[in-house]
């Protein structure tokens, strides 16, 4: 039989809750089941270890073992080497994390132990940063415009017909291949330096080969 608790025996992190319609609905291991309209719900708590034991998962159980979403950092860099063909030194990502040069799109995790997770988009990106910097050019001098473009270059590249990453002065931007062209006849205050990204669907079936087959 379940106990009902009364309202002055719950513990004081259990907030009351005035919305009646919630029924059904375990948190924590807590079930909240709704009272007559107009009235505070019942709150009903577990009487024994076993008969909590015996429910079902509670929704904060259920999002824990729900899969996340991106490619964790290992196949990150696995992938890396195998579709681009550059090499990402650990010691080297991290850095750029700290300096928020590149920015996980997916989770990006402030919690000791737990994996950043990356888009295709991310891969792309940091693929670029790489080959840049293999020619000669300083990561860093673009750093403040990563910081807070990262997120829509990442969408840009999100497009099934080729998308190239330009360097036009220190700004940095996703361009089709008609708006590099048109780039290209009116720019005049620097160098232009273009490279065509890999298409994300690849990024996405290399991923699946690793066994991350939700890659936004």
């Given amino acids: 039989m379940n106990k009902v608790a009364h309202r002055r025996d719950l513990p004081k992190s259990i907030a009351w809750v005035d919305n009646w319609a919630l029924n059904e609905n375990p948190i924590d291991g807590i079930c909240l089941g709704a009272g007559m309209k107009g009235h505070k719900a019942n709150i009903q708590s577990v009487a024994t270890d076993h008969w909590a034991k015996s429910r079902t998962p ?34 080297t990502l991290n850095r750029w994390l700290h300096q928020s040069i590149v920015v996980p799109s997916v989770v990006q995790s402030r919690t000791r132990g737990r994996s950043h997770r990356w888009s295709a988009a991310d891969v792309v990106l940091i693929a670029w940063l790489l080959t840049l910097r293999r020619e000669g050019f300083a990561v860093q001098r673009y750093e403040g415009h990563l910081r807070s473009a990262w997120v829509r270059l990442a969408e840009a590249l999100d497009a099934p017909d080729p998308r190239y990453v330009v360097v036009l002065g220190s700004t940095v931007v996703v361009l089709s291949q008609s708006e590099l062209y048109a780039q290209l006849g009116t720019y005049r205050a620097g160098a232009v330096v273009a490279w065509q990204a890999p298409n994300l669907q690849e990024i996405r079936r290399a991923a699946e080969l690793e066994g991350f087959g939700d890659v936004p």
């Fill in 58 to 91: 509670t929704s904060m159980q259920s999002m824990q073992n729900r899969p996340v979403r991106g490619i964790d950092t290992s196949a990150l860099l696995r992938i890396l080497r195998r579709v681009v063909g550059v090499a990402l030194p650990v010691q």
